[in-house]
């Protein structure tokens, strides 16, 4: 194959992109789903003026050493800036979800870490292994630590002292926002919709291999004085809200430094993230030791409400898992401009707030005016409804309780809901 071919089986880009994933992973959850890569384009890095020097290297060889990257202990900060788009309002904190509002108070990283999904914030991250992973969110005034060691994961709050404790991660040995994560849906947990730092995010990006993408590599960079090339992920088709992907990987051990994604309409990046400081030694035994300070309120997490997916004991899903509010799930269509169709249930549309003092509504005012910020009434042969938009994922709710969600624009949601009538 020549260098300059861009085309690459799917297969064999599967292939490289399942090799190896021992990298030790990071809670740094951002609003992003749904994103598809990539055939893979076999262009070259060539430096611009004032970035590294490194060997030549293709977009094959770059997702290789991705793929193939061992470096399990590190220590470091990052810093995450996400910027869907969506509206502020002073009285949206009246419903908004608050670190307090889920099983083990403020605390509990399910709610809390959900704040990392917009905004700028700064983190500091460490690493040794599988088995020992620490996260810190730091405030002007408090930190918020989520801390796992072997079956421990401990997460505590500066601000309210208090502490979440729970000993399931430790099953199967799984890191900290991986798989044991994601079966237990706890500290360890970032949802599965937001995935961790630039080395998950790039693993998200580059996991679901089609035609619909290429990818290339356009120079090289410096990141947090890190030697890195740039490894690009663009989409062939139109319709998409994703311009653009820029991983900037480290030319030495292939771990991925920073993660940007841009929006196709323009304008500064929905999802920046990446270190500004980062070491790739062992850290300190001693970083990743926590006993709870003297008079914090600790809360026990026994696991026995619920399997971690969202269903109570007898299979059922509890309020506020995804299939408790939505059924029938489809995909309409491939790559980038997929499309999820789901069910409301009862056959409703968007919910409405009380039409009167005292009256009994569906939603509170703040979040109807929310809700209502969002939207475009549209129509079309599957009858009416409203888009909501972000800057990233935007959905169409018909009036009659169908859902159409994809990062995809407004006509492509609409001709997809006339197409599914």
């Given at each position: ?27 740094v ?14 262009v ?41 788009g ?8 009246s ?34 292994g ?51 994560a ?16 630039p ?6 990006a580059l996991?679901a ?34 311009g ?31 270190f500004?400081?980062v ?16 008079g ?125 009538k």
């Amino acid at each position: 194959m020549a260098p300059n071919d861009s085309a690459h089986t799917t297969e064999e880009a599967r292939d490289l992109v399942a090799g190896r994933r021992k990298a030790a992973r990071y809670l740094v959850p951002v609003g992003v789903a749904g994103v598809a890569a990539a055939t893979i384009g076999l262009v070259p890095a060539l430096a611009a003026s004032g970035d590294p020097d490194l060997p030549k290297i293709s977009a094959q060889q770059l997702i290789e050493k991705i793929a193939a990257s061992d470096a399990q202990q590190l220590s470091g900060t990052v810093k995450i800036n996400t910027d869907l788009g969506l509206p502020s309002f002073g009285g949206l904190g009246s419903f908004a979800p608050k670190g307090g509002g889920g099983k083990g108070g403020s605390a509990s990283p399910d709610s809390k870490l959900m704040e990392l999904a917009s905004g700028s914030h700064t983190l500091r991250v460490a690493a040794d292994g599988p088995d020992k992973q620490k996260l810190s969110v730091l405030d002007k005034a408090s930190e918020y630590s989520v801390v796992h060691s072997g079956d421990d994961v401990w997460a505590y709050d500066s601000a309210s002292n208090e502490v979440y404790h729970s000993k399931r991660a430790g099953d199967g040995k799984k890191e900290l926002g991986g798989d044991a994560a994601e079966r237990h849906g706890h500290p360890g947990k970032a949802p599965e919709s937001l995935p961790t730092t630039p080395k998950a995010l790039a693993e998200q990006a580059l996991k679901a291999v089609d035609p619909t993408t290429s990818v290339t590599v356009d120079g090289t960079s410096h990141v947090a004085g890190r030697d890195a090339y740039q490894l690009v992920i663009k989409p062939k088709q139109s319709g998409t809200t994703v311009g653009a992907i820029r991983i900037a990987v480290d030319a030495k051990n292939g771990v991925p430094l920073k993660f940007t994604l841009a929006p196709s309409g323009g304008g500064k990046a929905v999802i920046d993230a990446g270190f500004t400081k980062v070491d790739f030694g062992k850290p300190s035994a001693s970083t990743f030791d926590f006993t709870p300070p003297k008079g914090a309120k600790v809360t026990q997490d026994d696991g026995k409400g619920h399997d971690g997916r969202g269903h109570d004991k007898g299979g059922r899903g509890f309020k506020g898992s995804p299939d408790s509010e939505f059924k029938g799930v489809n995909v309409i269509g491939k790559g980038w401009n997929s499309i999820a169709r789901l069910d409301v249930p009862g056959g409703k549309g968007i919910p409405t707030a009380p039409s009167g003092k005292g009256g009994k509504g569906d939603v509170p005012p703040e979040a109807q005016k929310f809700l209502n910020s969002l939207g475009d009434k549209v129509t079309g042969k599957f009858g009416s409804g409203t888009v909501f938009k972000t800057r990233l994922i935007n959905a169409l709710v018909t009036d009659d309780g169908k859902v159409f969600v994809g990062a995809v624009n407004k006509d492509a949601l609409v001709n997809a809901a006339n197409a599914a009538k």
